[in-house]
């Protein structure tokens, strides 16, 4: 069964930079379509950023896209999130998902496995 964990999270101050990971165990990592999401308090999880199995196709919510770099390390099995430019209004739950269906979804339900998240607080 496949296992997703989020790391890289914290505090960063306005206009900081993190750089999000998510390791991948118990699968085989090059199957996967993968995306990272993000939430706040009392919302639904939206998609951030996505990537299928061999990188070739990447997609960017429309309002962050100049600010975030996926990636993924097919040979170490992990997801990265470049996030530039952080604004306070990116504070949330970071969540890697993953789908071993073929496509590149933007909602929650396109997606069947999740991490734990990660807090990403952008506060001065």
């Known amino acids: 069964q496949v296992q997703l964990v989020e790391s890289g999270g914290g505090l960063v101050q306005p206009g900081g930079e993190l750089r999000l990971s998510c390791a991948t165990s118990?699968?085989?990592?090059?199957?996967?379509?993968m995306a990272w999401f993000r939430q706040t308090s009392g919302k639904d999880r939206t998609f951030v950023a996505g990537?299928?199995?061999?990188?070739?196709?990447?997609h960017y919510a429309t309002a962050l896209k100049d600010r975030l770099t996926i990636s993924r390390d097919n040979v170490n099995n992990k997801l990265y999130l470049q996030m530039n430019n952080l604004k306070p209004e990116d504070t949330a739950v970071y969540y890697c998902?993953?789908?071993?269906?073929?496509?590149?979804?933007?909602?929650?339900?396109?997606?069947?496995?999740w991490g734990r998240g990660t807090q990403v607080t952008v506060s001065s």
């Open positions: 998902a993953a789908t071993q269906y073929d496509g590149l979804g933007w909602r929650s339900t396109d997606y069947e496995i």
């Open positions: 118990g699968g085989t990592f090059t199957n996967l379509t």
């Open positions: 990537t299928t199995s061999t990188a070739a196709s990447t």
